[in-house]
């Protein structure tokens, strides 16, 4: 079994930045791709950020020139650092992962979540 808890969430001033966490353990023999999604109150689930063990980055629309996602591999971690935040980015952000726990069982998982609040 792997577990991946996500932390750096919290309150923020418009304009602020956060720096989001996410630290994946157990089982796990490699990791592919790295993400986060985030979902509003009432809104569904959405893409912010992926990031290939390679280090290709895709980013929504959305975040782009504000958010940055990285990735130690060494320590199985993905950050998200979020700059200028709005309060439009209000949500909760979850952190995902497609990896190997052998050689031939790939599977997907899901942290738990962490809230980012942004104030106007």
């Known amino acids: 079994q792997v577990q991946l808890v996500e932390s750096g969430g919290g309150l923020v001033q418009a304009g602020g930045s956060l720096r989001l966490s996410c630290a994946a353990s157990?089982?796990?023999?490699?990791?592919?791709?790295m993400g986060w999604y985030r979902q509003a109150p009432g809104k569904q689930r959405n893409l912010v950020a992926v990031i290939t063990s390679g280090g290709s980055t895709n980013l929504a629309d959305s975040v782009k020139g504000r958010f940055t996602i990285s990735r130690d591999n060494a320590k199985n971690t993905v950050y998200l650092q979020m700059n200028s935040l709005k309060p439009e980015d209000t949500a909760v952000y979850y952190c995902?992962?497609?990896?190997?726990?052998?050689?031939?069982?790939?599977?997907?998982?899901w942290g738990k979540g962490t809230l980012v609040t942004v104030s106007s």
């Open positions: 995902n992962a497609d990896l190997y726990e052998s050689d031939y069982v790939f599977k997907n998982y």
């Open positions: 157990g089982r796990i023999y490699s990791i592919n791709r």
